[in-house]
């Protein structure tokens, strides 16, 4: 083996140890957004439970966060305005990365 094919296999792990980080976080971020907006919603137990899963998957539509920012949007009515919620996403994004990194 040369020492370019080791920084390249090097490479190639780290790409993908990133992209499954990444991928966990924003998981992690949906299903925090998820129990943030059960809760203004005044569900709590199973059916928070329940709501923020279908936050998480609500994910899966589309790339990118405007899948699930609409769907707190609709789900949320009138609770908060668009700025709160968009907060509340990066806000949570960070959150969310800090506990999955911690737990490497």
């Not at 190639?12 to 992690?28: I, P, Q, S, V």
């Amino acid at each position: 083996m040369t020492t370019f094919d080791d920084r390249e296999r090097a490479y190639e792990a780290r790409f993908a140890r990133d992209a499954e980080l990444n991928f966990k976080a924003e998981a992690r971020r949906n299903r925090l957004l998820g129990e943030w907006a059960a809760k203004l919603m005044g569900k709590s137990g199973d059916e928070a439970r329940s709501y923020a899963l279908t936050v998480v998957t609500s994910d899966f539509d589309e790339p990118g966060d405007e899948d699930v920012f609409r769907k707190l949007l609709a789900d949320l009515g009138g609770l908060v305005d668009e700025a709160t919620i968009r907060t509340q996403m990066a806000a949570l994004r960070v959150t969310a990365r800090e506990q999955i990194l911690n737990e490497i």
